[in-house]
């Protein structure tokens, strides 16, 4: 995969590291991998560094199947709160898919929710799922889409420090953002994967937002709640 840099310590113990983690800094001397920049999520102080890079669409791990929208069971379920099992949510990919727009994709907003997915070092989908289905079947369903987006990354493929001949070397294309875990620990990671999926352009069902929110409520605000003195709302506003 290159040459990296590779800091001596990270804050995580070997045994609880997440899928995807790697000790790296910026990897060089490979034509797959680009320029550096960074992304934010909103409520997350700070920000996080990522490194632009170009890999085959198949070798996205997607939380759902892009056909049938069946849970991946390979997929960490921590990364993915939503349910994109939902008739709702299919359609929105499919419609996504149908009017995948290069701009939207390739212009770095330097944020989770926009721009180009963004992934662990194995290509496990970190924030973005809707975008790497979407890519899919835009490939597969509507060819001239998914083609004008690969035209459209080879003409700005310096802007990402990547070369033309990179992405022509590849059978499907597609820019991603690799995420630097290095100093991120567990508990670091999962806060921005859930910040990740906050709606931005699609808004979360109940059943999703109560199981985003579940760990939140603990014992001590369960026994401030008082069934028709307000609502579990005003309790959490208290």
């Given at each position: 995969e290159g040459t990296a840099w590779k800091p001596a310590e990270t804050p995580l113990d070997r045994a609880d590291r997440p899928r995807g983690w790697r000790s790296q800094?910026?990897?060089?001397?490979?034509?797959?991998?680009?320029?550096?920049?960074?992304v934010t999520a909103e409520g997350i102080p700070g920000v996080n560094?990522?490194?632009?890079?170009?890999?085959?669409?198949?070798?996205?791990?997607?939380?759902?199947d892009h056909r049938t929208f069946a849970v991946n069971p390979d997929f960490p379920k921590e990364y993915q709160p939503r349910d994109?099992?939902?008739?709702?949510?299919?359609?929105?990919?499919?419609?996504?898919?149908?009017?995948?727009?290069?701009?939207k994709v390739l212009t770095d907003f330097r944020s989770l929710e926009r721009g180009a997915p963004v992934v662990t070092s194995d290509n496990v989908v970190f924030a973005g799922n809707?975008?790497?289905?979407?890519?899919?079947?835009?490939?597969?369903?509507?060819?001239?889409?998914?083609?004008?987006?690969?035209?459209?990354l080879k003409e700005r493929a310096e802007e990402f420090g990547l070369t033309s001949e990179a992405i022509s070397n590849m059978?499907?294309?597609?820019?991603?953002?690799?995420?630097?875990?290095?100093?991120?620990?567990?508990?670091?990671?999962?806060?921005?994967a859930r910040a990740s999926n906050k709606p931005v352009a699609a808004?979360?069902?109940?059943?999703?937002t109560a199981t985003m929110d579940s760990p939140l409520i603990d014992a001590d605000l369960i026994q401030k709640f008082r069934p028709g003195a307000g609502s579990l709302s005003d309790t959490i506003r208290a």
């Open positions: 800094g910026r990897v060089i001397n490979n034509p797959n991998y680009g320029k550096e920049s960074d560094k990522v490194q632009f890079k170009v890999v085959e669409l198949d070798a996205l791990v997607a939380s759902n994109r099992t939902r008739v709702d949510s299919q359609s929105q990919v499919r419609t996504n898919a149908g009017q995948l727009d290069p701009h809707n975008r790497a289905m979407m890519f899919r079947i835009a490939k597969d369903d509507v060819p001239d889409r998914y083609n004008a987006y690969v035209d459209s059978k499907a294309p597609v820019l991603v953002r690799e995420l630097d875990m290095e100093n991120m620990t567990q508990e670091q990671i999962i806060d921005l808004v979360m069902s109940a059943t999703e």
